[in-house]
């Protein structure tokens, strides 16, 4: 009964932006909620989904399950099997098979593009080994869920103190309890190995859950934490990134970026994701410039490499002897002058061929200060 009434009436929650239960995590917003605005299935989450074969309707196997992705607390998505009967829609509230009782998620997406997301997400499980929807959740499971939300920020903070008073060298992050509030899964960051055991002792002792201590990295803290980035946008690791990738110090060299740890640094201490943006244009622009390697003979004497400018398609070059006055060259110009000397000739100076000059004075950070952010 209860569950027809839910249906029928289509109960949900009316949250605001002073609501913390769908702003789990890291979410957009896109002004006030509003009566009748579809809340679940909204891009409210870094991890939504557009499903462009939504209007494609596709020869489905008799008797073989369909499988949806499922949303929890919006950086965690799963892939769960759903018989056909279930007719399940993105935005719907279902409960799922845990490892120990059930959980509570929003379905994201299902149809064809599920397939499509599995092999993005290299996803192998076999199908009979996917764990289930069970249903779709019910009035008492949502309430529950709502109440089990509810106690996570106070926990997180009452666990901080209890690892303050147990003299451990960890950082709390965040909590996501499970949706029959029986487990809780505890986010922390530390710099070396954590004996938990007696942490994880008092916790289920004084919260009576079961308790899963999950130990992440510095990206993945700003990722849950979030935060404004030195562009003045949230952090892209909290709006829209899904699946880090590697910064090493070769994306911020072959931009010509100053090797200035302040400025080449995120909240989190390693090198910013938007440093690999655009290496893909610069490495492909650079393949028509010549070998930076290559010293350049004057008859005033050697000219060597500084920096390159991509955009304008100039090389800058200083005299051996003169360091810090560097003159820009034109690439054509200086191929010019590199095939004169395969020939054995040498030009009279390189101010003859500079389109500018400029003033160089070193910053003074080295390239071991760069190394230590990267990956």
Not at 164 to 186: C, H, P, R, S, V
Not at 237 to 250: N, Y
Not at 313 to 326: A, E, L, R, V
Not at 328 to 353: F, S, T, W
Request: net charge negative; proline share 3%.
């Amino acid at each position: 009964m209860a569950e027809e009434q839910y249906k029928s009436k289509h109960i949900e929650p009316k949250p605001s932006l002073k609501d913390p239960v769908f702003n789990r995590g890291c979410c957009h917003f896109h002004g006030e909620f509003k009566e009748g605005q579809p809340v679940l299935n909204r891009s409210a989450c870094k991890l939504h989904e557009y499903n462009w074969m939504k209007d494609f309707e596709g020869v489905e196997a008799e008797g073989v399950p369909l499988i949806a992705e499922v949303r929890f607390k919006n950086d965690h998505k799963d892939f769960y099997t759903y018989p056909e009967e279930l007719d399940l829609h993105e935005g719907d509230l279902v409960a799922v098979e845990a490892a120990i009782g059930h959980d509570i998620g929003i379905v994201t997406l299902v149809g064809g593009l599920v397939e499509q997301q599995m092999k993005r997400k290299r996803f192998r499980t076999p199908l009979e080994e996917m764990k289930k929807v069970y249903r779709r959740a019910r009035a008492n499971d949502v309430e529950k869920w709502l109440s089990a939300i509810a106690l996570e920020d106070s926990t997180l903070y009452r666990t901080r103190t209890i690892a303050e008073n147990l003299g451990l060298e960890m950082k709390l992050n965040d909590i996501e309890y499970q949706g029959d509030k029986t487990k809780a899964i505890f986010y922390y960051t530390a710099d070396g190995r954590v004996d938990f055991r007696e942490l994880i002792k008092k916790l289920a002792e004084e919260f009576h859950i079961r308790v899963e201590m999950r130990q992440i990295g510095v990206r993945q803290e700003s990722a849950k934490l979030g935060g404004i980035g030195s562009c003045g946008r949230e952090l892209c690791c909290a709006s829209w990134i899904s699946s880090f990738q590697s910064v090493t110090t070769g994306a911020a060299r072959i931009q010509q970026l100053s090797p200035n740890p302040q400025k080449l640094a995120g909240q989190c201490g390693k090198l910013k994701c938007c440093l690999n943006y655009e290496y893909e244009a610069y490495a492909e622009a650079l393949k028509s410039f010549p070998d930076s390697n290559i010293v350049l003979k004057f008859v005033n004497g050697d000219a060597i490499h500084q920096k390159n400018d991509v955009f304008k398609g100039i090389m800058w070059y200083s005299y051996t002897t003169d360091k810090s006055n560097i003159m820009a060259i034109p690439v054509e110009k200086v191929r010019e002058i590199i095939e004169m000397n395969k020939q054995g000739k040498k030009p009279e100076k390189l101010e003859d061929y500079a389109v500018t000059k400029e003033q160089h004075t070193n910053e003074g950070y080295s390239e071991k200060d760069l190394n230590k952010m990267s990956d």
